[in-house]
Nanobody
Framework: QVQLVESGGGLVQAGGSLRLSCAASGRTSSAYAMGWFRQAPGKEREIVAAIRWSGTSISYAESVKGRFTISRDNAKNTVYLQMSSLKPEDTAVYYC?????????????WGQGTQVTVSS
């Protein structure tokens, strides 16, 4: 089992920045790919960014390309999401998730989420 805890959410004005962190604990000896997701009120959850264990394979949703950066520090079992040039439409609960590295579908572990609110 892997436990994931997000932090770093909050209220920020449009154009501002936030950095989310996701700390993993438990069975962290395995290699996990990580993803950041978000869910806005009344909308389906969507993937924002993903990163493989090695950190060399990264993908972003089109809506955040050029504004968000995902990174990881495997020594600290932590994944980050640096969010810049935030827009009101980025307002959502942000979740991190983990799956065994190499799998292409489904995430096995989820955090509890952290709220990001961007005011206009």
């Amino acid at each position: 089992q892997v436990q994931l805890v997000e932090s770093g959410g909050g209220l920020v004005q449009a154009g501002g920045s936030l950095r989310l962190s996701c700390a993993a604990s438990g069975r962290t000896s395995s290699a996990y790919a990580m993803g950041w997701f978000r869910q806005a009120p009344g909308k389906e959850r969507e993937i924002v960014a993903a990163i493989r264990w090695s950190g060399t394979s990264i993908s972003y949703a089109e809506s955040v390309k050029g504004r968000f950066t995902i990174s990881r520090d495997n020594a600290k079992n932590t994944v980050y999401l640096q969010m810049s040039s935030l827009k009101p439409e980025d307002t959502a609960v942000y979740y991190c998730a983990a799956r065994i590295d190499g799998r292409t579908t489904g995430y096995d572990y989820w955090g509890q989420g952290t709220q990001v609110t961007v005011s206009s």
